[in-house]
């Protein structure tokens, strides 16, 4: 029965059915599954399988489109969920979270954001399409100890170069480190860039946050 439920939450991202897509990410709170596992194992197969199509020109951008609001959809409704399992605790650090200028993916560093928050951080989740000074003006206003940056295009990943390129500048880290991600990132440009943390997915992004930071022990 479950894996009836996600295929079906697959197959609405796959069809862009934004009133499915909440209907079944609904019935998954309801069957008390765990919000990050109807996201995994149900939407996400769905938007991959859009982007695969994409990416061989078996798909078009109206469809990219319907698939990026209905994945949004069902996370609006799970996003709430994530929160309450992680119960207010001591805060862990301060985390300002962007996706680079010229990138408007933004599911992924949302839901990178809701897991940090649910784990105890202060997130100051700017949007898509940020520059390196808004980024780094923010992570100064607000005496972030973590800038984390987010990347979906191999035309914007540069970006994060930017970033850190700048705040080496000024001598800004080790006092801020930076997080980066997105599907295109890799360990080869991760050590490139000299970033301080990767992770490839949004569970595995607390627990680098939590070492940057120096909670690993939280
Ligand atoms: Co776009 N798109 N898109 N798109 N899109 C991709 C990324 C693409 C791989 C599809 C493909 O061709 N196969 C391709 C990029 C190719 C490349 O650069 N190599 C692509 C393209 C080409 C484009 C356009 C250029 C299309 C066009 O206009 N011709 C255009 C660019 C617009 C722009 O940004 N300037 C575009 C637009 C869009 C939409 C707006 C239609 C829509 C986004 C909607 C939205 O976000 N509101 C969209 C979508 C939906 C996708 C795919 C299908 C799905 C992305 C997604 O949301 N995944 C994507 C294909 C794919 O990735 N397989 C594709 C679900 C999300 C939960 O995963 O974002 O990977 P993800 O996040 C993960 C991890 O990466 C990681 O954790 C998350 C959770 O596990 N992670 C981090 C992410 N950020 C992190 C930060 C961290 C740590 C971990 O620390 C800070």
């Not at 079906?8 to 796959?14: K, R, V």
């Not at 705040?167 to 970033?195: C, F, H, Q, Y």
């Amino acid at each position: 029965m479950l894996a009836e439920l996600f295929k079906e939450m697959e197959q609405s991202i796959i069809d862009g059915d934004e009133d499915l897509s909440t209907e079944f990410a609904k019935k998954a709170v309801t069957l008390k599954i765990h919000p990050l596992e109807a996201i995994t194992n149900g939407f996400m197969v769905g938007v991959t399988y859009i982007g695969d199509q994409f990416g061989r020109g078996e798909a078009f951008l109206p469809e990219l489109v319907m698939a990026g609001e209905a994945m949004k959809a069902a996370i609006a409704v799970l996003e709430p969920e994530l929160l309450k399992l992680g119960e207010s605790r001591e805060m862990l650090g301060r985390v300002v979270l962007a996706t680079v200028e010229g990138d408007i993916h933004e599911i992924g560093k949302t839901l990178v954001g809701t897991m940090l928050s649910a784990s105890g951080f202060e997130v100051f989740d700017l949007g898509v399409d940020q520059p390196a000074d808004k980024i780094i003006g923010k992570a100064l206003e607000v005496n972030a100890n973590l800038i984390g940056m987010s990347a979906l295009l191999t035309t914007t990943m540069v970006r994060q170069r930017e970033v850190i390129e700048e705040l080496d500048k000024e001598s800004l880290r080790p006092r801020i480190k930076v997080m980066v991600g997105g599907a295109p990132i890799t360990k080869d440009w991760v050590n490139k860039i000299k970033a301080d943390g990767y992770s490839e997915d949004a569970i595995g992004a607390v627990k680098i946050a939590k070492q940057l930071v120096d909670r690993a022990d939280a």
